[in-house]
């Protein structure tokens, strides 16, 4: 077997609403991320980075936001067509660790359903995937409340 690992990253702007969807979980607070799709910023990272790991390009490639069939998409919907496609190429995923960058609001409660909704995705053992959290510190777009960023790796095993 050969390893492959990938890199994901990306960001959502915080508007007026009343829940954050990171995860396929529906945090409440008083802020929604703007998006295309339903703009979970956590399945977007961690989606490419099974594409990144892959060898496939990334997620806007394929499922373009000027395409009106992926407007209020559910991200873990496409999440898991990633995995069917990842699959089929070969791939097996060892794991998957992500981190949101989110000033608020504290997702200790949220973790563990994110961590299963996630594993679920991905079709994998919640033991294969890791959920973190950590804020801006009050610095930049983050700390100033008008976003929320992620990062997430994947490592596959390919049967070269
Ligand atoms: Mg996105």
């Excluded at 961690?46 to 000027?66: C, E, K, N, R, Y």
């Excluded at 994998?124 to 995937?129: D, G, H, I, L, M």
């Excluded at 801006?136 to 095993?157: K, N, P, Q, S």
Aim: charged share 20%; net charge negative.
């Amino acid at each position: 077997m050969s390893a492959r690992v990938g890199i994901g990253y990306d960001s959502h702007r915080l508007v007026d609403g009343d829940s954050l969807r990171l995860g396929g979980v529906d945090v409440p607070y008083d802020r929604s991320l703007d998006g295309h799709s339903d703009a979970d910023v956590l399945a977007h990272a961690v989606t490419d980075a099974l594409l990144g790991a892959a060898g496939m390009g990334d997620i806007g490639q394929h499922f373009p936001d000027s395409d009106a069939q992926w407007a209020g998409a559910d991200s873990m919907e496409l999440l898991g067509a990633v995995v069917v496609k990842v699959s089929a190429a070969g791939f097996a995923i060892v794991n998957v660790d992500c981190t949101l960058i989110l000033e608020a609001p504290k997702l200790g409660a949220h973790r563990d359903a994110m961590r299963a909704r996630l594993a679920s995705a991905l079709a994998v053992n919640s033991a294969r995937v890791n959920v973190k959290a950590t804020t801006g510190e009050g610095m930049g777009f983050v700390g100033r409340g008008e976003g929320v960023a992620a990062l997430a790796i994947a490592a596959l095993d390919h049967a070269d």
